[in-house]
């Protein structure tokens, strides 16, 4: 069973940093690329940045450019978020997403919730 869980969420003051970490299983981790993924409240989901299965590519959302930096330890099947210089508008749950192969995610973890307010 595939299973993606997200932890690291937590209340921060705005230019603050957080680390997100998601735990895969169930899956040859390494194989895949993987995305974080967010939703604002009241808002529809937002991708937010992408990793390559062997981590030597990556790519951001103009949002986030700059300020945030993915990255993944496939001995440890896990993907990571490291956010800087936090903004309000980074208030979200934050989704990992597997990719299917194919385009598109064939499995989202239960996201945790990140909260940029003074």
């Known amino acids: 069973e595939v299973q993606l869980v997200e932890s690291g969420g937590a209340l921060v003051q705005p230019g603050g940093s957080l680390r997100l970490s998601c735990a895969g299983s169930?899956?040859?981790?390494?194989?895949?690329?993987m995305s974080w993924v967010r939703q604002a409240p009241g808002k529809g989901l937002e991708w937010v940045s992408r990793?390559?299965?062997?981590?030597?590519?990556?790519r951001y959302a103009d949002s986030v450019k700059g300020r945030f930096t993915i990255s993944r330890d496939n001995a440890k099947n896990t993907l990571y978020l490291q956010m800087n210089s936090l903004k309000p508008e980074d208030t979200a749950v934050y989704y990992c997403?597997?990719?299917?192969?194919?385009?598109?995610?064939?499995?989202w973890g239960q996201g945790t919730q990140v909260t940029v307010s003074s």
């Open positions: 997403a597997k990719s299917s192969g194919s385009g598109g995610f064939d499995y």
């Open positions: 169930g899956f040859t981790f390494s194989a895949y690329a």
């Open positions: 990793i390559h299965s062997d981590g030597g590519s990556t």
